[in-house]
């Protein structure tokens, strides 16, 4: 029994890491145009007028016409974005992306490693 638990706590904590490492987006609140996000060449959020929310990898400005690009399981898929009926459009905001990943990566290692450091000594 004490052989089954103690397997069973490894497990949770590399299925713990695991989902703590995932990627976490965050987009800046401030709005950006179209043709901003394009330049900025980065995961985009864009609200429609109908309040449905829409995300692609990077926005493309193709003769005359705005595409989001989104990954599909058959590849990128580009899908027309009507200008008309958008409402507002985020980008992905780098930094704080980074931040929301590796900050609860850093304090699980402490809560880990703190004990293990205190217990041996």
């Known amino acids: 029994m004490k052989r089954i638990r103690n397997h069973l706590r490894k497990c949770s904590c590399i299925l713990i890491i695991t989902i703590l490492c995932q990627c976490c987006v965050v987009y800046h609140k401030t709005p950006v145009t179209l043709e901003q996000a394009v330049q900025e060449n980065t995961k ?15 926005v493309t400005h193709k003769d005359q016409q705005y ?55």
């Open 44 to 58: 985009t959020k864009i609200l429609l007028e109908d309040g449905r929310v829409e995300k692609f990898k990077f």
């Open 67 to 121: 595409f989001g690009t989104r990954m599909t399981g058959n590849g990128y898929v580009d899908i027309q974005i009507d200008e008309n009926a958008v409402s507002k459009v985020q980008v992905k905001h780098k930094t704080a992306s980074i931040l929301v990943t590796v900050i609860p990566l850093a304090a699980l290692t402490a809560l880990v490693i703190v004990p293990v450091i205190s217990f041996t000594q």
